[in-house]
């Protein structure tokens, strides 16, 4: 039994020949969050407090589809989410709908430790967040330059579009577009379990660019997009309609008690069951196992582990 720790940058098509100027920033990134939970569990501080700390890096990363890289909506605005869950007590906390906290992955810790809630969205989340003193902006904070041209880019083809979606040629029809254009995903998350045994899992995210507003997708919803328990700690990333039908996060621990199945084991059968092109996971066990399967074309992860393994990747080759 050792320490380990995974973290995604979002699943999906993702071209083998994606410009270094949109792989080399996400790549460092995931290094750069990986080595802040990795100095983070060797300092014994509690899975649930780094997986809400590498989060935030990740949010506070403009390439990344959450916090300030959030993708917009129809109308050009923000709604981000994020769920945080521990497994030992499985309290849990979830947000959807903000649109001016820096950290939504903080504000749904605060519904966890704070409130008698699990779940607060929209108006009642930004209240909350100002009530306990989160840091807030105005919206413009987190509308970027990229998003605004993959929300131009995603209305002209009249679809709701996937982050890592590359543009369509106006020719292709609008039948073809809907068909493959939707294989792009982009969430962030970390799990994380301490040499102990204790396991946490955070999950956050800006949706889908040119979603309808007051769409929720699966990163706030418990046991779909993010689950935690005394076996093992999951975030997906992926289509959120199709996660949530497989409650893809929940099934993973299901798998393994029920049917006692190993980690990587249960992991492959899940993401097995999703239509392919569809999801991605990583995923921590109680005795420090990792694995992060997905069945899209590639997948922004790293990880770490007690014993020094460690990898970052995108697609099946890693790059350590």
């Known amino acids: ?151 131009k880019q995603a209305q002209e083809a009249d679809r709701v579009q996937l982050d890592y979606t590359q543009p369509i040629p106006k020719e292709v029809p609008k039948e073809a577009a809907v068909a493959d254009g939707d294989s792009q995903i982009g969430t962030v998350g970390c799990v994380a379990v301490d040499s102990e045994g204790s396991l946490a899992t955070a999950t956050s995210t800006g949706g889908i660019v040119n979603k309808m507003v007051g769409r929720i997708g699966d990163t706030p919803i418990i046991g779909a997009g993010t689950y935690a328990n005394h076996l093992c700690a999951i975030s997906a990333t992926g289509r959120g309609e199709a996660i949530i039908r497989g409650t893809i996060a929940r099934d993973v621990a299901a798998v393994m008690e029920f049917k006692g199945l190993s980690l990587k084991e249960a992991a492959a059968y899940v993401i097995d069951q999703v239509p392919r092109g569809n999801a991605g996971l990583i995923a921590v066990s109680s005795t420090g196992e990792v694995t992060m399967p997905f069945n899209t074309t590639g997948m922004f992860r790293a990880c770490a582990t007690e014993d020094g393994y460690s990898e970052i990747a995108i697609w099946d080759s890693p790059t350590k």
Request: charged share 20%; glycine share 10%.
């Open 1 to 151: 039994m050792g320490w380990a720790i995974a973290v995604h940058g979002g699943a999906g098509d993702i071209p083998l020949s994606l410009p270094p100027e949109k792989r080399l920033p996400r790549e460092a990134g995931l290094r750069r969050c990986l080595d802040v939970g990795i100095a983070a569990l060797k300092a014994h501080n509690h899975p649930l407090d780094v997986v809400e700390l590498v989060v935030r890096e990740l949010e506070n990363n403009p390439h990344f589809n959450a916090g300030k890289g959030s993708v917009l909506t129809t109308s050009g605005t923000v709604e981000m989410e994020a769920c945080i869950m521990d497994g030992k007590t499985m309290k849990c906390g979830a947000v959807s709908g903000v649109s001016t906290v820096v950290n939504a992955i903080s504000l749904a810790r605060l519904v966890m430790d704070k409130t008698p809630h699990i779940y607060l969205a929209f108006d009642g989340a930004e209240a909350f967040a100002r009530e306990q003193g989160l840091e807030t902006v105005e919206m413009s904070h987190f509308i970027t330059p990229e998003n605004i041209e993959r929300l």
